[in-house]
Nanobody
Framework: QLQLVESGGGLVQPGGSLRLSCVAS????????IGWFRQAPGKEREAVSC????????YYADSVKGRFTISRDSAKNTVYLQMNSLKPEDTAVYYC????????????????????WGQGTQVTVSS
């Protein structure tokens, strides 16, 4: 059974950092596109970042470029999202998701492209 489990969320002050983890079981993250999404109350789910099969240049939403970094640890079958310089507008539930092995670059932001989702982890940025 394919499963994704996120962790690492919490309450942090503006300007602080968090590292989210997405641990996969039942499949190998090396062979899937793994994306991070977030959803704030009353808003649609939005794409944050994505790492592809080839480990080529990751994708980032404009709102997080330069602040967030996605990475993959094959030995731990885990994908991370390092979040620095956090802002109140980053507050949301963060989800990781697994998508097809080959995902066109213009499609990475669409949740419908991903077949497997974790349960989410809450990130709250507040003073």
């Amino acid at each position: 059974q394919l499963q994704l489990v996120e962790s690492g969320g919490g309450l942090v002050q503006p300007g602080g950092s968090l590292r989210l983890s997405c641990v996969a079981s039942g499949f190998t993250v090396d062979y899937y596109t793994i994306g991070w999404f977030r959803q704030a109350p009353g808003k649609e789910r939005e794409a944050v970042s994505c790492i592809t099969l080839s480990n080529s240049t990751p994708y980032y939403a404009d709102s997080v470029k330069g602040r967030f970094t996605i990475s993959r640890d094959s030995a731990k079958n885990t994908v991370y999202l390092q979040m620095n310089s956090l802002k109140p507008e980053d507050t949301a539930v963060y989800y990781c998701a697994a998508g097809p092995t080959l995902l066109q670059s213009n499609l990475w932001k669409f949740p419908g492209q991903y077949s497997y989702w974790g349960q989410g982890t809450q990130v709250t940025v507040s003073s």
